[in-house]
Protein backbone atom coordinates (compact mmCIF):
# COMPACT_ATOMS: atom_id res chain seq x y z
CA UNK A 1 0.00 0.00 0.00
CA UNK A 2 2.59 2.58 -1.33
CA UNK A 3 -0.13 5.92 -0.97
CA UNK A 4 0.11 5.09 2.70
CA UNK A 5 3.61 6.41 3.23
CA UNK A 6 5.60 9.34 1.91
CA UNK A 7 7.77 7.86 -0.78
CA UNK A 8 5.36 8.74 -4.07
CA UNK A 9 6.31 12.61 -2.93
CA UNK A 10 9.75 11.96 -1.87
CA UNK A 11 11.18 13.63 -4.70
CA UNK A 12 8.91 16.35 -4.68
CA UNK A 13 9.94 17.61 -1.14
CA UNK A 14 13.92 17.37 -1.63
CA UNK A 15 12.94 19.89 -5.07
CA UNK A 16 11.44 21.80 -2.62
CA UNK A 17 14.73 22.87 -0.41
CA UNK A 18 15.46 25.75 -2.83
CA UNK A 19 12.09 27.16 -2.60
CA UNK A 20 10.97 29.71 0.20
CA UNK A 21 10.47 28.77 3.51
CA UNK A 22 6.38 27.91 4.30
CA UNK A 23 4.87 30.31 6.29
CA UNK A 24 5.48 29.62 9.39
CA UNK A 25 3.32 31.11 11.62
CA UNK A 26 1.26 28.72 13.96
CA UNK A 27 -1.30 31.64 14.11
CA UNK A 28 -2.68 30.37 10.83
CA UNK A 29 -3.23 27.04 12.61
CA UNK A 30 -5.99 28.30 15.05
CA UNK A 31 -5.26 31.31 18.85
CA UNK A 32 28.97 45.31 39.60
CA UNK A 33 30.89 46.65 41.02
CA UNK A 34 32.62 49.16 39.74
CA UNK A 35 34.91 50.63 42.85
CA UNK A 36 35.68 47.17 44.22
CA UNK A 37 33.55 47.97 47.67
CA UNK A 38 30.46 46.48 47.05
CA UNK A 39 30.37 43.01 48.22
CA UNK A 40 29.64 39.99 45.70
CA UNK A 41 25.51 39.62 45.17
CA UNK A 42 24.06 36.69 47.54
CA UNK A 43 20.73 35.35 46.35
CA UNK A 44 18.34 33.25 48.40
CA UNK A 45 14.98 31.92 47.63
CA UNK A 46 12.28 30.72 49.97
CA UNK A 47 8.29 29.71 49.56
CA UNK A 48 5.95 30.93 52.23
CA UNK A 49 2.76 29.89 52.59
CA UNK A 50 0.51 32.93 54.35
CA UNK A 51 -2.66 35.58 54.20
CA UNK A 52 -2.07 37.68 51.24
CA UNK A 53 -2.70 41.23 51.70
CA UNK A 54 -3.94 44.12 49.26
CA UNK A 55 -0.72 45.83 47.79
CA UNK A 56 -1.29 49.41 47.75
CA UNK A 57 1.26 50.23 44.26
CA UNK A 58 4.10 52.37 44.59
CA UNK A 59 3.35 55.53 42.72
CA UNK A 60 6.59 57.65 43.31
CA UNK A 61 7.63 59.32 39.83
CA UNK A 62 11.06 57.94 40.41
CA UNK A 63 11.33 54.91 42.44
CA UNK A 64 14.58 53.86 43.83
CA UNK A 65 14.57 50.22 42.14
CA UNK A 66 12.58 49.35 38.92
CA UNK A 67 11.34 45.52 38.18
CA UNK A 68 10.55 43.81 34.65
CA UNK A 69 8.90 40.77 34.72
CA UNK A 70 8.39 38.88 31.62
CA UNK A 71 5.43 36.21 31.84
CA UNK A 72 2.75 34.40 29.70
CA UNK A 73 -0.77 33.35 30.70
CA UNK A 74 -1.09 30.87 33.27
CA UNK A 75 -2.41 27.20 32.56
CA UNK A 76 -2.61 24.04 33.95
CA UNK A 77 -1.54 22.13 31.02
CA UNK A 78 1.84 24.38 30.89
CA UNK A 79 2.08 23.85 34.22
CA UNK A 80 2.00 19.76 34.05
CA UNK A 81 4.37 20.00 31.01
CA UNK A 82 6.77 21.96 33.04
CA UNK A 83 7.03 25.18 31.24
CA UNK A 84 7.12 28.24 33.84
CA UNK A 85 5.26 31.03 32.86
CA UNK A 86 7.58 33.58 34.59
CA UNK A 87 10.51 33.59 32.23
CA UNK A 88 12.59 36.68 33.70
CA UNK A 89 12.89 39.41 35.83
CA UNK A 90 15.05 41.96 35.85
CA UNK A 91 15.72 44.26 38.83
CA UNK A 92 17.40 47.72 38.46
CA UNK A 93 19.01 49.91 41.14
CA UNK A 94 18.20 53.87 39.48
CA UNK A 95 19.69 55.27 42.72
CA UNK A 96 22.86 56.87 43.39
CA UNK A 97 23.18 54.58 46.54
CA UNK A 98 23.52 50.55 47.03
CA UNK A 99 20.29 49.02 47.31
CA UNK A 100 21.38 46.37 50.12
CA UNK A 101 18.93 43.56 51.80
CA UNK A 102 16.29 43.34 49.47
CA UNK A 103 13.35 41.56 49.20
CA UNK A 104 11.53 40.26 45.96
CA UNK A 105 8.05 38.76 46.56
CA UNK A 106 6.56 37.75 44.02
CA UNK A 107 2.25 36.54 44.29
CA UNK A 108 -0.80 35.88 42.75
CA UNK A 109 -4.18 37.08 43.13
CA UNK A 110 -7.18 35.79 44.18
CA UNK A 111 -4.31 33.36 46.43
CA UNK A 112 -6.03 30.15 45.15
CA UNK A 113 -3.70 29.59 42.60
CA UNK A 114 -0.15 30.42 44.32
CA UNK A 115 1.88 30.63 47.50
CA UNK A 116 4.04 33.82 47.90
CA UNK A 117 7.62 33.21 46.16
CA UNK A 118 10.24 34.82 47.65
CA UNK A 119 13.82 35.82 46.56
CA UNK A 120 16.44 37.75 49.31
CA UNK A 121 19.95 39.74 47.53
CA UNK A 122 22.20 41.12 49.54
CA UNK A 123 22.99 44.19 47.31
CA UNK A 124 22.36 45.94 43.61
CA UNK A 125 24.74 48.54 42.83
CA UNK A 126 23.40 52.04 41.50
CA UNK A 127 22.50 51.79 38.32
CA UNK A 128 22.92 47.86 38.14
CA UNK A 129 20.41 45.35 37.01
CA UNK A 130 19.79 41.78 38.13
CA UNK A 131 18.39 39.00 36.03
CA UNK A 132 16.76 36.31 37.81
CA UNK A 133 15.61 33.08 35.86
CA UNK A 134 13.59 29.90 36.21
CA UNK A 135 11.39 31.44 39.13
CA UNK A 136 9.78 28.03 40.68
CA UNK A 137 6.55 29.33 41.68
CA UNK A 138 4.57 27.40 43.95
CA UNK A 139 1.70 26.93 42.21
CA UNK A 140 -1.15 24.93 42.99
CA UNK A 141 -1.68 22.39 40.54
CA UNK A 142 -5.46 21.63 41.77
CA UNK A 143 -7.03 24.80 41.76
CA UNK A 144 -5.55 25.07 38.17
CA UNK A 145 -7.36 21.89 37.58
CA UNK A 146 -10.34 23.15 38.32
CA UNK A 147 -10.43 26.39 36.08
CA UNK A 148 -13.00 25.29 32.92
CA UNK A 149 -13.24 28.88 31.27
CA UNK A 150 -10.56 31.89 31.40
CA UNK A 151 -10.34 33.81 34.66
CA UNK A 152 -8.81 37.09 35.49
CA UNK A 153 -6.14 37.37 38.05
CA UNK A 154 -3.05 39.54 39.41
CA UNK A 155 0.48 38.97 39.26
CA UNK A 156 1.57 41.05 42.64
CA UNK A 157 5.50 42.10 42.19
CA UNK A 158 6.75 43.72 45.75
CA UNK A 159 10.36 44.71 46.64
CA UNK A 160 11.23 45.58 49.91
CA UNK A 161 14.43 46.56 52.15
CA UNK A 162 14.53 45.88 55.66
CA UNK A 163 10.72 45.56 55.75
CA UNK A 164 10.92 49.02 53.69
CA UNK A 165 8.35 48.92 50.32
CA UNK A 166 10.64 50.20 47.45
CA UNK A 167 8.20 48.76 44.69
CA UNK A 168 4.83 47.39 43.96
CA UNK A 169 2.97 47.03 41.18
CA UNK A 170 0.05 44.70 40.64
CA UNK A 171 -0.30 43.21 37.06
CA UNK A 172 -2.66 41.76 35.16
CA UNK A 173 -2.76 37.55 34.63
CA UNK A 174 -4.74 35.25 32.64
CA UNK A 175 -5.52 31.84 33.98
CA UNK A 176 -7.15 29.78 31.04
CA UNK A 177 -8.95 26.66 30.97
CA UNK A 178 -6.83 23.12 32.10
CA UNK A 179 -8.25 21.72 28.72
CA UNK A 180 -6.84 24.39 26.30
CA UNK A 181 -4.53 24.01 23.75
CA UNK A 182 -2.16 26.34 24.09
CA UNK A 183 -0.10 26.37 20.65
CA UNK A 184 2.87 28.63 19.60
CA UNK A 185 6.72 27.29 17.85
CA UNK A 186 7.99 27.01 21.36
CA UNK A 187 5.61 24.77 23.49
CA UNK A 188 3.25 22.79 20.64
CA UNK A 189 4.73 19.98 22.17
CA UNK A 190 2.30 20.11 25.22
CA UNK A 191 0.05 18.86 22.79
CA UNK A 192 0.66 15.28 23.16
CA UNK A 193 -0.13 15.88 27.04
CA UNK A 194 -3.29 15.31 25.42
CA UNK A 195 -2.47 11.78 24.76
CA UNK A 196 -4.29 9.64 27.65
CA UNK A 197 -3.03 5.73 26.36
CA UNK A 198 -4.03 4.49 29.63
CA UNK A 199 -7.30 5.59 30.82
CA UNK A 200 -10.02 3.11 31.28
CA UNK A 201 -12.01 4.39 28.19
CA UNK A 202 -8.77 3.52 25.63
CA UNK A 203 -8.47 0.27 27.39
CA UNK A 204 -11.76 -0.92 26.74
CA UNK A 205 -11.39 0.20 23.72
CA UNK A 206 -8.76 -1.70 22.61
CA UNK A 207 -10.37 -4.67 24.51
CA UNK A 208 -13.50 -4.19 22.28
CA UNK A 209 -11.12 -4.10 19.19
CA UNK A 210 -9.15 -7.39 19.65
CA UNK A 211 -12.19 -9.02 18.48
CA UNK A 212 -12.01 -6.88 15.20
CA UNK A 213 -8.24 -7.85 14.71
CA UNK A 214 -9.10 -11.73 15.20
CA UNK A 215 -11.63 -11.48 12.68
CA UNK A 216 -9.29 -10.18 10.25
CA UNK A 217 -5.97 -12.03 11.31
CA UNK A 218 -7.02 -15.13 13.22
CA UNK A 219 -5.23 -13.06 16.23
CA UNK A 220 -6.54 -11.04 18.97
CA UNK A 221 -2.68 -9.46 19.64
CA UNK A 222 -1.90 -5.80 19.56
CA UNK A 223 1.93 -6.62 19.60
CA UNK A 224 3.39 -3.32 18.76
CA UNK A 225 6.18 -3.86 16.52
CA UNK A 226 7.63 -7.23 17.25
CA UNK A 227 5.43 -8.82 14.34
CA UNK A 228 6.72 -6.20 11.47
CA UNK A 229 5.21 -3.31 9.02
CA UNK A 230 2.94 -5.43 8.28
CA UNK A 231 1.18 -6.30 11.34
CA UNK A 232 1.36 -2.41 12.81
CA UNK A 233 -1.27 -1.32 9.21
CA UNK A 234 -3.39 -4.22 10.45
CA UNK A 235 -3.47 -3.03 14.07
CA UNK A 236 -4.66 0.58 12.95
CA UNK A 237 -6.93 -0.96 10.88
CA UNK A 238 -8.62 -2.89 13.50
CA UNK A 239 -8.51 0.34 15.47
CA UNK A 240 -10.05 2.34 12.90
CA UNK A 241 -12.79 -0.18 12.63
CA UNK A 242 -13.84 -0.29 16.02
CA UNK A 243 -14.07 3.17 16.13
CA UNK A 244 -16.22 3.38 13.09
CA UNK A 245 -18.79 0.87 15.04
CA UNK A 246 -18.94 3.65 17.33
CA UNK A 247 -20.94 5.80 15.47
CA UNK A 248 -18.56 9.55 15.66
CA UNK A 249 -19.51 12.25 14.52
CA UNK A 250 -17.96 15.70 13.60
CA UNK A 251 -18.93 18.67 16.03
CA UNK A 252 -17.53 22.14 15.80
CA UNK A 253 -15.08 23.01 18.55
CA UNK A 254 -16.67 23.54 22.26
CA UNK A 255 -17.16 27.82 22.84
CA UNK A 256 -14.27 28.98 24.14
CA UNK A 257 -12.87 32.44 23.99
CA UNK A 258 -9.32 32.45 24.14
CA UNK A 259 -7.77 29.39 22.02
CA UNK A 260 -9.17 26.15 21.09
CA UNK A 261 -10.92 23.41 24.06
CA UNK A 262 -9.49 20.06 23.33
CA UNK A 263 -11.96 16.93 24.23
CA UNK A 264 -10.52 14.47 26.13
CA UNK A 265 -10.08 10.62 24.81
CA UNK A 266 -12.95 9.92 27.54
CA UNK A 267 -15.05 12.84 26.05
CA UNK A 268 -14.76 11.99 22.43
CA UNK A 269 -16.04 7.86 23.32
CA UNK A 270 -19.02 8.58 26.04
CA UNK A 271 -20.20 11.34 23.68
CA UNK A 272 -19.28 10.09 20.11
CA UNK A 273 -18.34 13.58 18.74
CA UNK A 274 -15.41 15.51 18.45
CA UNK A 275 -13.18 17.91 16.20
CA UNK A 276 -10.57 17.33 14.28
CA UNK A 277 -8.53 17.37 16.74
CA UNK A 278 -9.86 16.08 19.22
CA UNK A 279 -10.20 12.68 16.81
CA UNK A 280 -6.54 13.46 16.45
CA UNK A 281 -6.07 13.23 19.87
CA UNK A 282 -7.83 10.22 20.47
CA UNK A 283 -5.99 7.56 17.46
CA UNK A 284 -2.55 8.89 19.12
CA UNK A 285 -4.43 7.56 22.15
CA UNK A 286 -4.93 3.92 20.86
CA UNK A 287 -2.14 3.95 18.86
CA UNK A 288 0.09 4.45 22.07
CA UNK A 289 -2.01 2.15 24.18
CA UNK A 290 -1.26 -0.74 21.91
CA UNK A 291 2.26 0.02 21.86
CA UNK A 292 3.26 1.75 18.70
CA UNK A 293 4.31 5.42 18.22
CA UNK A 294 1.50 8.15 17.01
CA UNK A 295 2.32 12.00 15.67
CA UNK A 296 0.34 14.83 15.58
CA UNK A 297 -0.02 16.49 12.64
CA UNK A 298 -1.13 20.29 12.41
CA UNK A 299 -1.58 22.44 9.21
CA UNK A 300 -3.61 25.98 8.58
CA UNK A 301 -7.16 25.54 9.86
CA UNK A 302 -6.99 21.60 10.15
CA UNK A 303 -5.07 18.80 12.29
CA UNK A 304 -4.49 14.89 11.68
CA UNK A 305 -2.20 11.82 12.80
CA UNK A 306 0.66 9.55 11.85
CA UNK A 307 2.12 6.35 12.88
CA UNK A 308 5.35 5.57 13.12
CA UNK A 309 5.84 1.71 11.14
CA UNK A 310 9.28 1.23 12.24
CA UNK A 311 10.33 1.20 16.21
CA UNK A 312 12.82 4.05 16.79
CA UNK A 313 12.01 6.07 14.06
CA UNK A 314 11.78 10.01 14.75
CA UNK A 315 12.67 12.90 13.75
CA UNK A 316 15.64 14.87 15.50
CA UNK A 317 13.34 17.52 17.42
CA UNK A 318 9.80 16.71 19.14
CA UNK A 319 8.30 19.25 16.72
CA UNK A 320 9.36 19.50 13.17
CA UNK A 321 8.66 22.05 10.88
CA UNK A 322 8.29 20.94 7.62
CA UNK A 323 9.60 24.11 5.87
CA UNK A 324 13.15 23.44 3.89
CA UNK A 325 12.81 19.00 3.51
CA UNK A 326 16.32 17.59 4.34
CA UNK A 327 17.38 14.31 2.94
CA UNK A 328 17.43 13.03 6.49
CA UNK A 329 13.50 13.70 6.75
CA UNK A 330 12.73 12.40 3.36
CA UNK A 331 14.37 9.44 4.17
CA UNK A 332 12.26 9.26 7.68
CA UNK A 333 9.11 10.38 6.12
CA UNK A 334 9.30 6.59 4.15
CA UNK A 335 8.50 5.15 7.49
CA UNK A 336 5.47 7.53 8.60
CA UNK A 337 1.93 6.26 8.17
CA UNK A 338 -0.12 9.58 7.61
CA UNK A 339 -4.52 9.69 8.89
CA UNK A 340 -7.18 12.26 7.88
CA UNK A 341 -8.56 12.29 11.58
CA UNK A 342 -12.53 13.08 10.65
CA UNK A 343 -13.10 10.35 7.90
CA UNK A 344 -14.10 8.03 10.14
CA UNK A 345 -17.42 10.43 11.12
CA UNK A 346 -18.24 10.21 7.32
CA UNK A 347 -17.64 6.27 7.14
CA UNK A 348 -14.20 6.28 5.47
CA UNK A 349 -12.03 3.29 5.47
CA UNK A 350 -8.75 3.10 6.92
CA UNK A 351 -7.12 3.16 3.44
CA UNK A 352 -9.76 6.29 2.84
CA UNK A 353 -7.89 8.22 5.85
CA UNK A 354 -4.57 7.91 4.57
CA UNK A 355 -5.76 9.36 1.32
CA UNK A 356 -7.35 12.27 2.79
CA UNK A 357 -4.35 12.69 4.92
CA UNK A 358 -1.62 12.25 1.92
CA UNK A 359 -3.59 14.97 0.16
CA UNK A 360 -3.67 17.10 2.98
CA UNK A 361 -0.01 17.21 3.07
CA UNK A 362 0.40 16.99 -0.58
CA UNK A 363 -1.48 20.51 -0.86
CA UNK A 364 0.44 22.18 1.71
CA UNK A 365 3.54 20.96 0.14
CA UNK A 366 2.68 22.55 -3.56
CA UNK A 367 1.15 26.09 -1.44
CA UNK A 368 4.39 26.35 0.74
CA UNK A 369 1.76 26.27 3.60
CA UNK A 370 3.28 25.48 7.50
CA UNK A 371 3.49 21.51 8.67
CA UNK A 372 4.25 20.94 12.18
CA UNK A 373 4.41 17.36 12.93
CA UNK A 374 4.39 16.62 16.94
CA UNK A 375 6.10 13.10 17.98
CA UNK A 376 4.47 11.45 21.25
CA UNK A 377 7.11 9.58 21.64
CA UNK A 378 9.67 12.24 21.49
CA UNK A 379 7.79 14.30 24.07
CA UNK A 380 7.39 11.73 26.57
CA UNK A 381 10.90 11.54 26.35
CA UNK A 382 11.29 15.19 27.93
CA UNK A 383 8.81 14.41 30.47
CA UNK A 384 5.75 15.83 29.03
CA UNK A 385 3.21 13.12 30.29
CA UNK A 386 -0.32 12.26 30.03
CA UNK A 387 -2.77 14.65 31.75
CA UNK A 388 -4.38 12.85 34.69
CA UNK A 389 -7.73 11.33 33.80
Same mark, same amino acid.
Given at each position: ??????????????????????????????????????????????????????????????????????????????????????????????????? @??? &?? $? +????????? =? !??? #????????????????????????????????????????????????????????????????????????????? @??? &?? $? +????????? =? !??? #???????????????????????????????????????????????????????????????????????????????????????????????????????????????????????????????????????????????????????????????????????????????
Amino acid at each position: MNFLKFGAICSLLFAMQTNAVFAANLDDIFGGDDNGKIKPTIIKRRTIVQPQKVVQETTNSIQQVDVDIKYGDLNYVLVHCGEAFIKEIKITNNSDSVC @QNL &SL $E +ISIRPETFS =S !VWI #ETISNIAPGETKIIKNIDLPLKHKALYEVNEKMKAFLVVQVKSNNNLLYAKTNPLSVLPYNIAVLDKRINKTLSAFV @QPN &SR $E +IKQFIKQAR =S !VLF #EKTNTDSFPGYQAGEERVFEMIEALHQTMQEQNITYINPPASFYGQKIRSPKNVIDNSQGTCIDLAVLYASLWEGVGLNPVLVLIPGHAFMGCWDVDRTHFPETVTVLNKISKNQIHLLKNLKIFNSTDVTSGGSCIDAAKTGFKYLENCILEKKAIYIIDVKKARDEGITPLPY
